[in-house]
Structures are given as C-alpha cells and as structure tokens.
C-alpha cells in the first residue's frame, strides 16, 4: 500500500504567504499551484498584510521567519483569531524556534512541500 501524500491537502486551499522577497520563488509558486493550491501573496509589511487579511478568504498561511525589520506577531494574532492554521518556514535551513513556532523549510523538494501541508492540514497526522 503506498504512503499516504499529504500534498493533496493543498488542492482548491487558499494559501496566504507573507513574503520577504526571497522566499516564495516562481519555482515554489508553480509548484504548489501543480498540487491545486491557489496562492494569495502579501510584501512584508504588516500592515499591508492585516489588510489582504481582513479582506480576503483564506484557508491556511505561511509565514516567511526573516521579514525584514517588520513584527509578525499581529499577524499570528489574526490569524489564530480566525483560526486559520499557520506555519513559520524559511527558504534556508529551518530555524530552531520556540516549540509553538516550528520552523519548516519552503523549497520545490517534494517532502518539504509535503511536510507544510501535513502542518496546516493534518496536524494530527505530524511527526515528532
């Protein structure tokens, strides 16, 4: 029986990803739209960021560690306000954070990919 891909999960999902500009390269976009997902982007700016946010539907976000001199934490508060599950990655190595604050890594690699979606879809479902 083959494994189970967790890479389905991002089929017809809304993915909002704030950007610090080297983080969502065309390659990854392309990528994630191959497995369905559409992607909503925001620039670093937190308050540009609130705004797409408040304005638009979405169904899980990705948070880019390294947004330039901008603070991420009104972010994460709306985003835990409308219960939008979320994950902080970062385009490099991932980044030993808080326990709460898993760091992954946003590559075209198929198991990074895979291991995002199993975060913000099937929490359950992750490893130790």
Do not use: C, W
Request: aromatic share 10%.
């Amino acid at each position: 029986m083959a494994e189970k891909s967790y890479l389905e999960y991002f089929a017809g999902k809304r993915i909002f990803i704030i950007d610090a500009g080297y983080f969502l390269t065309d390659e990854v976009r392309a990528k994630l739209e191959a497995f369905g997902a559409q992607i909503v982007v925001s620039s670093a700016r937190s308050k540009d960021a609130l705004l797409l946010l408040r304005n638009t539907v979405i169904d899980a976000a990705i948070l880019d560690i390294h947004l330039r001199d901008e603070v991420i934490f009104p972010i994460v508060e709306s985003l835990e306000l409308r219960n939008v599950p979320f994950i902080f990655a970062t385009s490099q190595s991932p980044v030993a954070l808080a326990p709460r604050f898993t760091g992954f890594r946003m590559s075209v690699k198929r198991e990074d990919l895979e291991d995002i979606a199993r975060a913000v879809f099937a929490p359950e479902d992750r490893r130790n």
